[in-house]
């Protein structure tokens, strides 16, 4: 291999990276010659270059961590691609980015599809209702968003998807896929791969009408006469269908409007979590609510009930759950049973919403109704769970004051023509 050669005369200011270039074995078998951090390694068949940069505040380099004050050597390549000023010049960008703190190496980011597995992946222990995240992701946001990088998704994006979805789907509906949507940004925000989350200023998904559905008197006892007509022909089918879970929906929707618990509450409810505090004082734990945090609910006689009836319920070997089901067997169930009722747009939750609200209309105190769902202060009961009895007792009110008693409202009754 021939030496460089260097033209006669005054020294030039790189000299000492040609010297050091020039007094390099025929082959090296360790590390680069360094000269001022810039280094050469002579190989069999080329020169390489290398830097030398100090980690002034320390950092991760190449899946390695270096402590403040400590060295990398950073491989550039072949010599031939580089010129002495271009060495000097990416050394000291190098160790501008190390003075700062700042990577070496700029992070590629991540594709969506890529970033919204990783992040299915740590939500599915923890995540409730994880099935429908992950239907999300994979029917609607992938389709939309999967190839782009999280930091290539554009307000206009959003906007466009949001419209496309709204063509073929409730308002309410895109709403929740989009609540998906951003809980993957939002999170992208907090690991650092991206600045803000484009949704921030996306248009606004207007015509959504928040539920207040309420079960009354006939329509409950609409239900149990369904729920117990499917029981009846389930009995009769017993030996053709020999594994068909039975004898237990009843059960789960009375516990539903007694309890106040939401369906993955009671599904997790086992023998173990029902405690008897004092003589006719029992009460049930509840776990994995959705607040993370436990409470305790008190039973009523009906739930007491249903507790010594599921004792004597088939279900596998070390299965203690009161509601020995799958989440799919109960949901499939409940469908038919709210189809078999007649009523279109009922569903489970309505009964904890009609729980909530009979025991406010009965004198219960807010808070304490509260608690037995499971929130943390009354606002979200006001608004999704229970009618408010101010604006009943407001009606009566007018109702009196129309009717000539306006000492009902704090005035004067009207005077008699």
Known sequence: MEQPRRPRGRPSRYAAYEELEASLPKVMTKRPAYHDRIGLFRGQKAFTVWVKVRMTRGGDYKGRTYKPGESVEIKLGERASWSWPELEQERDRLQGLADKGEPLVAKIPSSFDEYADAW??????????????????????????????LDAISVADVNKWIAT?????????????????NAIMNDAVRTGELDRNPSERADRIRDIEGRQRFVT???????????????????????????????????????????????????????ASIRELEPGHTVVEVTGTKSGKSRFVTCTPEMLAIVGRSKDAERAKDDDRIFPLSMTTAKRALTKLWKATGLDDVRLHDLRRTHATQLILNGIDVRTVAGRLGHTGTGMLAKHYAVDLGDKQAAEAFHAFSNGDARAMGGKAAPEE
């Open 120 to 149: 299915l992946k740590r939500k599915k222990a923890t995540a409730k209702g994880y099935v429908t995240l992950k239907s999300h992701v994979e029917k609607y946001l992938k389709t939309a968003f999967g190839r782009k990088s």
């Open 217 to 271: 008197d006939k329509e409950w006892k609409a239900i149990l006469a369904a729920a117990e007509k499917i029981e009846n022909e389930k009995a009769k089918r017993a030996e053709q269908m020999p594994f068909e879970k039975r004898g237990w929906l009843t059960d789960f929707v009375t516990w539903a409007y007694h309890s106040g618990m939401r369906r993955a509450e009671i599904l997790g409810l086992t023998f």
């Open 165 to 181: 979805q709204r063509t073929t789907l409730k308002p309410a509906t895109v709403q929740r896929q989009l609540a998906t949507f």
